[in-house]
């Protein structure tokens, strides 16, 4: 009753006295706490200052919590930017501060772990999004019975595996195909069921977002979004987007219909906006139309206004660049909404009924 989820006596912090732990507190300051002597408030003293988190934070279980504007492992450093600039690093896209579930700390959410002994957070992300916890029927901080044990948590959302559906997972979809049937079926000629912009379910895709008119298709394979630049933009305005493609118009052409094929600049002076910092026109990396760089179509993974960036240097998910569901932008995805995750893997947008 005195081993901890290690098998260690009162965490080697104590002594064990009738099933119950008595922990080592000699000194009389009562530092060594918990059911199992497992937290260690002298962790949080400063060794320069003896104070309890540098005196700018509080200790629980070993950790320091430290006031706005101070961060560190026991708060002894003061944060180099203004207040403004660390909420809105703070800030979740439900616009709640850390998701109301942690505390913002010079631009960084340190999120309030039900378990801070524990070796993975079921609450985490970078503004505290993911509640892990929403993913079990029961709750067990030392249980893996994630989605009834039918599905993957992603961020505190259950991905159900094939003939099974609910919140949790929990209840079962009867089907007439097999799993591999029924993958197969969504797949088409993509190699990720629906595209891997929605949820395959007997056969038959439902795209995300639900409801949404952008992607569209049997497999999901269309994806109007495709058509929009990072500021949603379809075609620049001078075309029209058919199946996630620009149909350009007259006078226009481009990936995007960005680039229009009259230009009333002169040849020096479209060079001149095509130089990059070190004076090389568009990197050397692509030719330069009316002041715009145009990346070579033989390396499809260059990109950027100067041809500077390189769209391989953006995560993967199943081989997909941003998983399809956002914009490489200069190595980072940029994803569409509805969509979370260093590569855009995660949905987490509105619920299927």
Known sequence: MCKNSQDIICSNAGTCHCGRCKCDNSDGNGLVYGKFCECDDRECID??????????GKCYCGNCYCQAGWHGDKCEFQCDITPWESKRRCTSPDGRVCSNRGICVCGECSCHDVDPTGDWGDIH??????DERDCKAVYDRYSDDFCSGHGQCNCGRCDCKVGWYGKKC?????????????????QGSSALPCSGRGKCECGECTCYPPGGSRVYGKTCECDDRRCEDLDGVVCGGHGTCSCGRCVCGRGWFGKLCQHPRKCNLTEE????????????LCSGKGSCHCGKCICSAEEWYISGEFCDCD????????GLICTGNGICSCGNCECW???NGNACEIWLGTEYP
């Open 269 to 280: 002076q479209s060079r001149s906006l095509c130089e990059s910092a070190d004076g090389v």
């Open 125 to 130: 992300g970078d503004t505290c999004e993911c």
């Open 47 to 56: 060794d320069e200052t003896e104070e309890i988190c540098g005196g700018h």
């Open 337 to 339: 909404d509805g969509w």
């Open 170 to 186: 929990e209840h079962p979809r009867s089907c007439p195909l097999s799993a591999e049937e029924s993958i197969k079926k969504c």
């Open 311 to 318: 769209d391989r240097d953006c995560d993967k998910h199943d």
